[in-house]
């Protein structure tokens, strides 16, 4: 046995022995989440274009518009 092996036999054996369920149901956010989600999603496709900055205080400054 390597040692994933014997890491995932551990895990399953301590798992049987819990009473504890474990929640295999997708985790839920929010709207915010969701949207930034999308919004990453958009990005990655190249539906929307990503904001670049030239340095850090240009960034800044359009943090505080």
Do not use: F, H, W
């Not at 149901?25 to 949207?35: D, S, V």
């Not at 999603?41 to 359009?62: H, P, W």
């Amino acid at each position: 046995m390597d040692s994933a092996e014997v890491i995932y036999a551990l895990s399953c054996k301590s798992v049987a022995k819990s009473d504890s369920s474990i929640d295999a149901r997708p985790p839920r956010y929010n709207a915010i989440i969701e949207a930034a989600m999308q919004e990453a999603r958009d990005i990655m496709t190249g539906k929307v274009k990503a904001q670049s900055y030239n340095s850090a205080s240009e960034l800044l400054a359009a943090l505080d518009e």
